[in-house]
């Protein structure tokens, strides 16, 4: 008779641990699912990737072009090179608001990563009078000329429609700033 129980609780622990291995494998197998799932609703793709990038980059660009146009504006004592760079300063103020509304409406944050541009901010606040405009029509040409780029390079990588439409719209007067201070460069040269 003390054989009936042990060989019943044997049965009643091997059916336990049966059971146990049953529900272990079937939530493993469930895990990985929901995980995919899990992975599609985050995953991003090389697209989605390049045009935050954009984003992000110009409107860095953009807010050091913004701020270099205004210490010219209080800085050169050269009525054109003031006059251009109102005009460099309310054109990238409408692409930075553009950016950002654009970002905004796709869930993207802009912050400032990088702040390389507070060194060229650094070297024109601390120009002296003579050598200012120089200084400042070299840093102007150079960060539009990486704008500019920005903008073509998106163009070409990118299938969205809001995107191409912000590109065609402000490239040619991004062009016509450019060469607009190459010419005034070589003037004062």
């Avoid at 954009?54 to 090179?81: L, W």
């Avoid at 050598?131 to 998106?154: R, V």
Wanted: aromatic letters at 8%; proline letters at 2%.
């Amino acid at each position: 008779m003390k054989a009936i129980p042990i060989l019943k609780a044997v049965y009643f622990k091997v059916f336990f641990l049966l059971v146990l291995v049953v529900c272990a494998t079937s939530c493993r197998k469930i895990n990985p699912i929901e995980n995919t799932f899990k992975n599609q609703a985050f995953a991003k793709n090389d697209r989605e990737e390049t045009e935050v990038f954009f984003f992000i980059s110009t409107a860095n660009i953009s807010k050091s072009i913004i701020s270099k146009s205004q210490i010219a504006q209080q800085k050169s004592s050269d009525v054109i090179v003031q006059e251009l760079s109102k005009r460099i300063e309310v054109q990238e103020s409408q692409l930075l608001d553009e950016v950002t509304k654009m970002a905004t409406s796709k869930l993207i944050v802009i912050t400032e990563i990088n702040a390389t541009h507070k060194r060229d901010l650094y070297n024109l606040i601390d120009a002296s009078s003579n050598d200012f405009d120089t200084i400042y029509l070299n840093a102007m040409k150079e960060a539009m000329s990486d704008q500019i780029e920005l903008l073509e390079k998106i163009s070409r990588e990118t299938n969205d429609k809001e995107i191409l439409e912000l590109v065609l719209r402000f490239l040619p007067e991004q062009y016509k700033l450019l060469r607009e201070t190459e010419r005034i460069k070589k003037q004062n040269v």
